[in-house]
């Protein structure tokens, strides 16, 4: 079997990293490609769980050896890729590799793998809902949330470049819509 790709991309607070662990859970035999960060850790963050977590040395030696299948510095001064050893470790174990990266970095793996991939783009019903959500999640300050906010913008002028659009107006129906879209590409 040939592993398929599962992007999933979305601003900063629109549900994609809840629905991409719900899918995780529902046997689809799936696996998640674990990034590698220059940020530091949040409480309940594991390195090489969540991400490998890096200094700013350890990422740009890695792009100097050509690691990254993609990589961007998403926010200033904090980069974040996808190394290319996890796309092979989990095609290698015979299962499918599902991402939760930001919208450039989802368009440029779907440029590489094609047909291989399915680019899911979640979109928030709303800017302001996304403000709400982020505001809830309180992990970060309001200059980060005003950080996010501005990029989340830009970002969801891009829905249309991917493959399919999943509306999170509420998070288990966007779960059951996300459940639906991937089993049909991986069947
Ligand atoms: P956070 O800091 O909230 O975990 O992630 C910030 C943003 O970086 C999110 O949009 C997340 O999807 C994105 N991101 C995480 N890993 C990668 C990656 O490997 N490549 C790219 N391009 N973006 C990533």
């Given at each position: 079997?040939?592993?398929?790709?599962?992007?999933?991309?979305?601003?900063?607070?629109?549900?994609?990293?809840?629905?991409?662990?719900?899918?995780?859970?529902?046997?689809?035999?799936?696996?998640?490609?674990?990034?590698?960060?220059?940020?530091?850790?949040?409480?309940?963050?594991?390195?090489?769980?969540?991400?490998?977590?890096?200094?700013?040395?350890?990422?740009?030696?890695?792009?100097?050896?050509?690691?990254?299948?993609?990589?961007?510095?998403?926010?200033?001064?904090?980069?974040?890729?996808?190394?290319?050893?996890?796309?092979?470790?989990?095609?290698?174990?015979?299962?499918?590799?599902?991402?939760?990266?930001?919208?450039?970095?989802?368009?440029?793996?779907?440029?590489?793998?094609?047909?291989?991939?399915?680019?899911?783009?979640?979109?928030?019903?709303?800017?302001e809902e996304?403000r709400t959500?982020?505001?809830?999640?309180?992990?970060?300050?309001?200059?980060?949330?005003?950080?996010?906010?501005?990029?989340?913008?830009?970002?969801?002028?891009?829905?249309?470049?991917?493959?399919?659009?999943?509306?999170?107006?509420?998070?288990?129906?966007?779960?059951?819509?996300?459940?639906?879209?991937?089993?049909?590409?991986?069947?």
């Amino acid at each position: 079997m040939k592993g398929k790709l599962i992007i999933f991309s979305a601003p900063s607070g629109a549900g994609k990293t809840t629905i991409v662990r719900q899918l995780l859970e529902r046997g689809l035999n799936l696996e998640f490609s674990v990034s590698a960060t220059s940020r530091s850790p949040r409480p309940n963050e594991l390195h090489g769980r969540d991400y490998y977590f890096l200094t700013i040395e350890e990422f740009k030696n890695k792009v100097e050896a050509g690691d990254f299948l993609e990589w961007e510095e998403v926010y200033s001064g904090i980069c974040y890729g996808t190394l290319k050893s996890e796309v092979d470790r989990i095609c290698d174990a015979g299962k499918h590799v599902i991402f939760d990266v930001d919208v450039i970095g989802g368009l440029n793996i779907k440029r590489q793998f094609e047909e291989q991939a399915l680019a899911i783009f979640v979109q928030p019903p709303s800017v302001e809902e996304l403000r709400t959500r982020l505001k809830n999640r309180s992990t970060e300050t309001e200059e980060k949330i005003a950080m996010r906010i501005a990029k989340a913008e830009h970002e969801l002028s891009f829905a249309d470049k991917f493959d399919v659009i999943v509306v999170n107006e509420n998070i288990e129906k966007a779960v059951i819509e996300a459940e639906k879209l991937v089993h049909n590409f991986i069947a």
